[in-house]
Each structure stands twice: as structure tokens, then as C-alpha cells.
């Protein structure tokens, strides 16, 4: 079974749109998740990082905890051609100092 | 956040040896990993660096085929030893600024290895 989950896509949504991208993850424990934008050739760059359960945001981007249910979203308001990249999910899991990473959705927003 | 630098941002190199990767930060942090991106593939831990000590290595990955060395607070590299096409990736530095509430990890530019 595999820590972190995501579906590798592409999802493609219009410019404009909400992107929803999703995750899940296997170790009930963790406390961190963390959302990466990484765009072909370069290195994971961090949007949002989250800690309790709810939503969080930061202008167009709203991550979304649910601990009770193992899953992480995050959300991309008004979708830019400029956010097309793979987003990669992050968990921490319990009692460890390391990053276990999905395998990324490829997000691609068309004019 | 810190600034991370790494050198070679890429190289190509012959199978059988071996390269050795820079990872420079501009201030002092209290983690430091290196990861390898396979091609088309998502983010894999090789080791945590260690200051003043022997870097803990995750599954799969040997001391042997990958030494680190993390001398100081802001340095750290990695070797990729006898090296064969399996090897090619993108090599990743990343840092963890300080212990506490927050646990991010932050990326340097990577560096694109390919092997012959």
C-alpha cells in the first residue's frame, strides 16, 4: 500500500475554474502536510503547508485537512495557464523527521 | 527562507564513476536530506544528513553507493559512487530551517544527472 496517494492525471480545467487537487495518506499519526508546485525541470517550490484539521488559505490557494478521513486537498481558485506544474503532496508522518512524497498530479489549465 | 544553491546544477558522466554533489545553504539549519526524482517519477529520501555524524540512510539506499558528509551547518554533499544508467536522476538537496512548530522542507535547484 502506498503512503501517499494522488492521481497522476493530467486534470485539465479551464482557465478561471477551481482546481481541485487530491490526497491521501496511510499513517493516521501524521501531523504535517505539505502541498509542492513543480514545474518540468525545475525543483519543488512549497504553496501551503497545514497542520489541523480545516481549511486553510493564502490567496488563490485554500488547503483542506481531514485527519478523520486520511485526506488533503488544495484547491486553486481562478486557475491560471501559469499554474499548469505537477503538484506533489507531502506528509510527515509520526515520530519521524522525513517527508513522504505522492507520486503528483499533473495539473494542466488551458485558455 | 534559506537559500540553497548546488553544484552541478547537471553533468553527464561515464558509467563506473563517480560524481560528487555540492549543497550549499546561506545560513545555518538544523536538517539537511537528499532526495533522488527518477525520471517521470515523485520524490525519494535517500538520507538525512548529520551534522558531525554518519548520515541515516533509508531503505534501499547504502552508504557504499551514496556517502554524505555534512561537516557543517550550512554544507552537505552527496556522492554518487560507480555509477551505472540506473543512476540518472535528479539529484535534490533540501533543508529544514529549524527544529519546532513548523517542519518544512525547503528544495535547491537539484542537479540533472545523466550516466552513459
Known amino acids: 500500500q502506498k503512503e501517499v496517494e494522488q492521481n497522476s492525471g493530467p486534470l485539465s480545467v479551464p482557465e478561471g475554474a477551481i482546481a481541485s487537487l487530491n490526497c491521501t495518506y496511510s499513517?493516521?499519526?501524521?501531523?504535517?502536510f505539505f502541498w509542492y508546485r513543480q514545474y518540468s525541470g525545475k525543483s519543488p517550490e512549497l504553496i501551503m503547508s497545514i497542520y489541523s484539521n480545516g481549511d486553510k488559505e493564502d490567496g488563490r490557494f485554500t488547503a483542506q485537512l481531514n485527519k478523520a478521513s486520511q485526506y488533503v486537498s488544495l484547491l486553486i481558485r481562478d486557475s491560471q495557464p501559469s499554474d499548469s506544474a505537477t503538484y506533489l503532496c507531502?506528509?510527515?508522518?509520526?515520530?519521524?523527521?522525513?517527508?513522504?512524497f505522492g507520486t503528483g498530479t499533473r495539473l494542466q489549465v488551458f485558455p | 527562507s534559506a537559500v540553497i544553491s548546488q553544484k552541478p546544477s547537471r553533468d553527464i558522466c561515464q558509467r563506473g564513476t563517480s560524481l560528487t554533489i555540492q549543497c550549499q545553504v546561506d545560513s545555518q539549519v538544523t536538517m539537511m536530506f537528499w532526495y533522488r526524482q527518477q525520471p517521470g517519477q515523485s520524490l525519494t529520501l535517500i538520507a538525512t544528513?548529520?551534522?558531525?555524524?554518519?548520515?541515516?540512510?533509508e531503505s534501499g539506499f547504502v552508504i557504499d553507493k551514496f556517502p554524505i558528509s555534512r561537516p557543517n551547518l550550512t554544507f552537505s554533499t552527496l556522492t554518487v559512487s560507480n555509477m551505472s544508467p540506473e543512476d540518472s536522476s535528479i539529484y535534490l538537496c533540501?533543508?529544514?530551517?529549524?527544529?519546532?512548530?513548523?517542519?518544512?522542507?525547503?528544495f535547491g535547484p537539484g542537479t540533472r544527472l545523466t550516466v552513459l
Open positions: 499513517d493516521r499519526g501524521s501531523q504535517s
Open positions: 533540501s533543508v529544514r530551517e529549524s527544529p519546532g512548530a513548523t517542519d518544512t522542507q525547503y
Open positions: 507531502a506528509v510527515k508522518p509520526y515520530n519521524t523527521d522525513k517527508l513522504i
Open positions: 544528513a548529520n551534522q558531525g555524524s554518519e548520515a541515516t540512510y
